[in-house]
C-alpha cells in the first residue's frame, strides 16, 4: 500500500490509501517503532492529503509511550530522534511531517548522542528559511528553537537573528512565537523555569484567580490606575455592546432581529404606486 501510494497521482485514491493505511497501522503494528517509521513513510509520500488527526495520534504514541516500561518508551523516543534529525537532511518535507519532527526534536533532541544540540538548533535556524505551503509550520519550528535554547548555556546568536527576523512576519501567530522567544532570551533562568526538560506530559495547576498578578495590580493601583468594575457594576457609558447611555439608564445596543412585517396600511401604499387617497 505504502509502494502504491508514492506512485500515484490521483488525489481521491491517495487520500483513500492514506487513511487505510493510517488505519492498519493503528490496528496492527508489530511495536511502536515499526508504527512511527510506517507513519513517517506515510506523511512523507502522502503529507498533503493525510489528516490532522493522524498526526496528533502519532505525536500522542512518541509523548505518553506504551506507559507500561518506561525504559522502551525511552529508546522509543530516541528511535523518533534519530529518523527525524535525518530528515532534516531532505530538501523537501509535507507541512504535516515537519510539525512532527519539529516538536519531537525540541521535546527530546537531547536524547541522542548522535548531534550536539548546537548542532540541531543551526539546522533548524537554517530550516526556517525553506518554502512551506502553512503558514503555522513556522511556529512549529521556532518552538522547538526555543525549548532546545533553553537548554544550552548561551543563547545563540543565529537563533535571535532568525526570531528578529520573523517578529515582523504578517502571520501574527509567528509574532507572537518570536517576540516570546526575545523576551525569554533576556531572562535565561526564566526561560528554563518555563521550559523544563521532558514536560509535555506534566499536569499544569491553573490559577483562575490568577494571583500572580496581583502584585503587578497593586503597582498599577498606586500609580493611579482605576480598579476593574465587573460588567454589573459598571455605569451606562462603559457598558460594552453599545452606545453612552441615553439618559434614562437604558444604552443604546444594536438590535439583531429582523424587522417586523409591514403592516396592511403600508402594504397598501406599495400596490397603489402613491399615498393613501391619491388618484
Known amino acids: 500500500l505504502v509502494h502504491h501510494l508514492g506512485a500515484t497521482t490521483d488525489p481521491h485514491f491517495r487520500t483513500a490509501l492514506v487513511d487505510r493505511i493510517t488505519q492498519l497501522a493503528e490496528r496492527y503494528a508489530p511495536d511502536n517503532a515499526w508504527f512511527i517509521t510506517t ?128 517578529a515582523a512576519s504578517q502571520f501574527v501567530t509567528l509574532q507572537e512565537y518570536c517576540h516570546e522567544f526575545l523576551a525569554l532570551a533576556k531572562r535565561p533562568a526564566t526561560m528554563v523555569e518555563v521550559l523544563p526538560v521532558d514536560a509535555s506530559c506534566d499536569d499544569l495547576e491553573v490559577d483562575p484567580a490568577l494571583g500572580f498578578l496581583q502584585a503587578f495590580v497593586d503597582q498599577a493601583l498606586r500609580q493611579g490606575a482605576k480598579p ?19 439618559g434614562d439608564g437604558h444604552a443604546h445596543n444594536l438590535h439583531f432581529d429582523a424587522y417586523a412585517n409591514p403592516s396592511e396600511s403600508v402594504a397598501a401604499i406599495g400596490a397603489s404606486g402613491g399615498p393613501p387617497g391619491a388618484g
Open 39 to 166: 507513519m513517517n513513510a506515510v506523511f512523507e509520500l502522502g503529507g498533503d492529503v493525510v489528516q490532522a488527526e493522524a498526526a496528533h495520534n502519532l505525536l500522542r504514541l512518541i509523548a505518553e509511550g506504551g506507559g507500561e516500561d518506561e525504559e522502551a518508551d525511552m529508546e522509543l523516543r530516541l528511535h523518533a530522534v534519530n529518523a527525524y534529525y535525518k530528515l532534516l537532511d531532505k530538501p523537501h518535507i509535507p507541512d504535516v511531517l515537519m510539525k512532527v519532527v519539529c516538536w519531537t526534536l525540541g521535546e527530546y533532541g537531547y536524547l541522542s548522542a548522535d548531534f550536539e544540540l548546537a548542532d540541531l538548533l543551526e539546522t533548524l535556524c537554517d530550516t526556517m528559511e525553506r518554502q512551506f505551503g502553512e503558514e503555522d509550520t513556522r511556529c512549529w519550528i521556532m518552538s522547538a528553537i526555543t525549548k532546545l535554547v533553553a537548554q544550552l548555556p548561551q543563547v545563540p546568536a543565529q537563533a535571535v537573528e532568525v526570531a528578529t527576523k520573523y
Open 228 to 246: 476593574y468594575l465587573a460588567p454589573g457594576e459598571r455605569p451606562d457609558e462603559l457598558q460594552v455592546g453599545g452606545g453612552r447611555g441615553s
